[in-house]
């Protein structure tokens, strides 16, 4: 496959951007293809070669590449109005109102620029309100690019996992692993009137895709309630993803005191957002006196963006369309597994899909061909990912270094390591999806 405009690009961004990219996970091995545009549920290369796409910007575009036009006229009228204003505009309050309907815990919200700025800003609210300073994160969960959640180890050894963040910063995070009831309760007993918060993913989306237990997020709700801190679920990949308009939280019955947004909500433009109760969002700065501000905040542009992507879904029924081809991709990826790689895991839910190297257990079966759910009854239930840990003990390097290139040179674009979810959008049609699983077929 011929790749020289691309390998010309990444000659020239070495010399002036950090590693020739602007976010580490893109800088694929030997050199990343460059993008020229896209094209529905596809991707076009600077050398003018067309790949099926299930990065789909890492999760933001539901709708896929070619927005709808009305989704097109929504975010052009808001650029020819002037960009942004530093004053507050109706389709804030829009977006807003769409959010508060559909997400059964969120009362509330304020918008901010990122998923990352959205959990740091959430943390400083949960310590802000509790006057406490510890949180507890899941091993192998991630919540963006920020200090306090950078961090590796257990209970007992939280460090930073990256220079540049102090030791003291780390201090006040209890990693945990994932799906771990025991550790949970064990952490409470010991730090329970220091902890402001437990942070969570609803399901593991950055390491591989780990699906709760059934009752995990019970036991955290209870914990905290019981300990007066907050829970928070980092629904940044799922929100609008998983269950639909109500998030994972609906799909898991648990009413969280605040869910952080990004991805899906801006319609491919950058965003995030706090949700939740009104006791605590209103203590946010004007309203109370916990400090959060931005310049950027309520981008007019990105809110039609995402107002817009979200009423369409919301009439063309596009989690019907894009649930039903995850489903089918999850369900023909453990018919191909249970003969290619019987130890391999298919997991995921809804629109969301990924095949985890385990190196152990045998075939899926019938019980859970739809994508792993932890489910006690499947015989299966021991070799299916738990944790973080768990995938990490995963063929990661085969993964990426021989599976993720060969789909590649088939024409398919995966998330280029073993942890980050796939996705599929409104865009993607059965054909793809058959295609795809041809593909799989293939290379495994
Ligand atoms: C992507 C992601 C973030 C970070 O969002 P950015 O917009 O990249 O800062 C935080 N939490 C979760 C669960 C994510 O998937």
Same mark, same amino acid.
């Given at each position: 496959?011929?790749?020289?405009?691309?390998?010309?690009?990444?000659?020239?961004?070495?010399?002036?951007?950090?590693?020739?990219?602007?976010?580490?996970?893109?800088?694929?091995?030997?050199?990343?293809?460059?993008?020229?545009?896209?094209?529905?549920?596809?991707?076009?290369?600077?050398?003018?070669?067309?790949?099926?796409?299930?990065?789909?910007?890492?999760?933001?575009?539901?709708?896929?590449?070619?927005?709808?036009?009305?989704?097109?006229?929504?975010?052009?009228?808001?650029?020819?109005?002037?960009?942004?204003?530093?004053?507050?505009?109706?389709?804030?309050?829009?977006?807003?109102?769409?959010?508060?309907?559909?997400?059964?815990?969120?009362?509330?919200?304020?918008?901010?620029?990122?998923?990352?700025?959205?959990?740091?800003?959430?943390?400083?609210?949960?310590?802000?309100?509790?006057?406490?300073?510890?949180?507890?994160?899941?091993?192998?969960?991630?919540?963006?690019?920020?200090?306090?959640?950078?961090?590796?180890?257990?209970?007992?050894?939280?460090?930073?996992?990256?220079?540049?963040?102090?030791?003291?910063?780390?201090?006040?995070?209890?990693?945990?692993?994932?799906?771990?009831?025991?550790?949970?309760?064990?952490?409470?007993?010991?730090?329970?009137?220091?902890?402001?918060?437990?942070?969570?993913?609803?399901?593991?989306?950055?390491?591989?895709?780990?699906?709760?237990?059934?009752?995990?997020?019970?036991?955290?709700?209870?914990?905290?309630?019981?300990?007066?801190?907050?829970?928070?679920?980092?629904?940044?990949?799922?929100?609008?993803?998983?269950?639909?308009?109500?998030?994972?939280?609906?799909?898991?019955?648990?009413?969280?005191?605040?869910?952080?947004?990004?991805?899906?909500?801006?319609?491919?433009?950058?965003?995030?957002?706090?949700?939740?109760?009104?006791?605590?969002?209103?203590?946010?700065?004007?309203?109370?006196?916990? &400090?959060? =501000?931005?310049?950027?905040? %309520?981008?007019? +542009?990105?809110? $039609? #963006?995402?107002?817009?992507?979200? /009423?369409?879904?919301?009439?063309?029924?596009?989690?019907?369309?894009?649930?039903?081809?995850?489903?089918?991709?999850?369900?023909?990826?453990?018919?191909?597994?249970?003969?290619?790689?019987?130890?391999?895991?298919?997991?995921?839910?809804?629109?969301?899909?990924?095949?985890?190297?385990?190196?152990?257990?045998?075939?899926?079966?019938?019980?859970?061909?739809?994508?792993?759910?932890?489910?006690?009854?499947?015989?299966? &239930?021991? =070799?299916?990912?738990?944790? %973080?840990?768990? +995938?990490?003990? $995963? #063929?990661?390097?085969?993964?990426? /270094?021989?599976?993720?290139?060969?789909?590649?040179?088939?024409?398919?674009?995966?998330?280029?390591?073993?942890?980050?979810?796939?996705?599929?959008?409104?865009?993607?049609?059965?054909?793809?999806?058959?295609?795809?699983?041809?593909?799989?077929?293939?290379?495994?």
């Amino acid at each position: 496959m011929n790749r020289d405009q691309s390998r010309d690009l990444y000659d020239r961004a070495l010399d002036v951007l950090a590693g020739g990219v602007n976010s580490s996970v893109r800088a694929t091995q030997p050199y990343p293809f460059f993008v020229q545009r896209g094209d529905g549920a596809h991707v076009i290369d600077a050398d003018g070669t067309k790949y099926i796409d299930y990065v789909m910007g890492y999760g933001p575009l539901l709708l896929g590449h070619t927005l709808p036009d009305r989704v097109v006229a929504a975010i052009q009228s808001h650029v020819s109005d002037g960009p942004m204003y530093g004053a507050p505009t109706e389709v804030e309050v829009e977006l807003a109102e769409f959010i508060v309907r559909h997400v059964p815990s969120v009362e509330m919200l304020r918008f901010v620029n990122s998923g990352t700025e959205a959990t740091v800003s959430a943390m400083r609210l949960a310590r802000g309100v509790t006057g406490r300073d510890k949180i507890v994160i899941m091993q192998g969960s991630y919540h963006g690019a920020q200090p306090s959640t950078l961090v590796e180890g257990g209970p007992e050894s939280a460090a930073p996992s990256s220079p540049g963040i102090p030791e003291s910063f780390a201090e006040h995070t209890i990693p945990i692993p994932f799906n771990d009831e025991e550790t949970a309760e064990r952490v409470f007993t010991e730090h329970g009137d220091e902890i402001a918060a437990v942070l969570t993913e609803p399901i593991l989306g950055n390491h591989g895709i780990v699906h709760p237990v059934e009752g995990y997020h019970q036991t955290l709700r209870d914990l905290t309630e019981a300990h007066d801190a907050l829970l928070i679920f980092d629904e940044v990949i799922t929100g609008f993803r998983v269950g639909g308009f109500q998030g994972a939280q609906g799909v898991f019955d648990v009413d969280p005191d605040l869910t952080t947004f990004g991805k899906v909500i801006g319609g491919g433009f950058p965003v995030g957002a706090i949700g939740g109760k009104t006791e605590y969002i209103e203590q946010f700065t004007p309203a109370g006196e916990i &400090f959060q =501000s931005g310049t950027f905040s %309520g981008h007019p +542009v990105t809110m $039609a #963006a995402g107002l817009e992507t979200l /009423r369409y879904a919301a009439e063309e029924d596009v989690y019907d369309h894009v649930n039903a081809l995850g489903r089918r991709l999850r369900e023909g990826l453990s018919d191909i597994v249970a003969d290619r790689a019987p130890e391999y895991t298919v997991a995921g839910r809804d629109s969301m899909f990924k095949v985890i190297f385990t190196r152990r257990g045998e075939s899926q079966t019938d019980a859970c061909s739809g994508g792993c759910r932890q489910d006690e009854s499947c015989d299966r &239930f021991e =070799s299916c990912p738990k944790n %973080g840990a768990d +995938v990490d003990a $995963a #063929a990661t390097d085969r993964w990426e /270094r021989l599976f993720w290139q060969e789909m590649l040179e088939e024409g398919v674009f995966l998330t280029a390591n073993q942890f980050e979810s796939q996705f599929v959008s409104a865009a993607h049609t059965e054909a793809d999806v058959e295609e795809t699983l041809e593909t799989y077929k293939n290379v495994l």
